[in-house]
DNA sequence: GTTGAAAAGCGACCACC
DNA sequence: GGTGGTCGCTTTTCAAC
């Protein structure tokens, strides 16, 4: 574990807070009393470090992660939108009503080929159809869109691996 | 809120699992005691509802997620990666390799015009290409990769959304 | 920033409906 | 499947280092 920071907003997160973090974010259900002592510190301390990463932000939140297949929805899709004009008020638009469709798990607003990829849940075939000619394409600011299926999606190792 | 289920995996859950499952999505730090009063349920029912929950595998976990700015990591991409041949173990291998990457946040393995889609939270333009450098195109099985800036990821409605 | 010890709150379990 | 009560543990708080 490298001690030394060295970019400034890094800088006020030390070696404890780090491990915390990469803690809490493979398992957020773990007790106070079982974080501090993986990592050898009074349980007061631990719950004070905590309470601070998340009062300053760096923690975000905590969500339970759902299984699609369990809830009916077994294939994911990125649906890739490209644009055919690009006036501001458009953009956002376009971008809210994304974020605010059923089965859209994320919307990610790019700069290069695409405008935006869209990540979404459904139960079949039909439905990934249904999102794309009723919710997407339906915009007329839309001018194309490109549907891949996800095989088979990972995490990755995260902003918090050590460097290699 | 539609009460009836209609598929076989839906079936066994109920409306008062759904409510469930959309509370601790937004917020998993909610106590058993608040998402009890919330749907109106006995604290022991409730509990007893999110093991069978927990236990079923249909939350799968809880996780923290974490500010990438504050962290140091203010820059996001998608780095689409084609492939040149398509060997089972070739594609597992680089699967592997790409999700144990730091920095990496999530790796897609689709069907369509790419063969994987790579999530990455960096410091600044010189890390990306350090990543796509170093740890992509150096497998000799990548053809072409494709990076796409992110500017903004938003979260959709997610899985539990009213139909519309 | 860190610690240990008391007080308050919470969740696990039980018999029962 | 749902309810209310008791017990044991965890978290919070606080004075002190």
């Known amino acids: 574990m490298r001690i030394e920071q060295t970019d400034e907003t890094a800088r006020q997160l030390d070696a404890v807070?780090?491990?915390i973090l990469r803690a809490l974010?493979?398992?957020a259900e773990m007790?106070?009393?079982a974080l501090a002592q993986q990592l050898r510190l009074a349980e007061s301390t631990c719950a004070h470090?905590?309470?601070s990463l998340?009062?300053?932000g760096i923690i975000?939140?905590?969500r339970v992660r759902v299984d699609g297949a369990a809830l009916g929805l077994p294939l994911q899709g990125i649906?890739?939108?490209?644009?055919?004009?690009?006036t501001p008020e458009g953009v956002h638009a376009l971008f809210d009503a994304l974020a605010a469709t059923p089965k859209v798990l994320q919307v990610f607003h790019v700069a290069g080929v695409d405008d935006f990829l869209v990540h979404v849940a459904v139960e079949d075939a039909e439905a990934l159809r249904d999102i794309v000619l009723r919710h997407i394409t339906v915009h007329p600011i839309v001018r194309a869109t490109e549907?891949?299926?996800?095989f088979e999606l990972r995490d990755g190792a995260g902003m918090l691996a050590e460097q290699d």
């Open 17 to 19: 807070d780090l491990a």
């Open 25 to 27: 974010t493979r398992n």
């Open 31 to 33: 007790s106070n009393k």
């Open 49 to 51: 470090r905590v309470r």
């Open 54 to 56: 998340r009062a300053r």
């Open 60 to 62: 975000r939140d905590t």
């Open 79 to 86: 649906i890739r939108v490209r644009l055919g004009s690009h």
């Open 147 to 150: 549907t891949q299926l996800v």
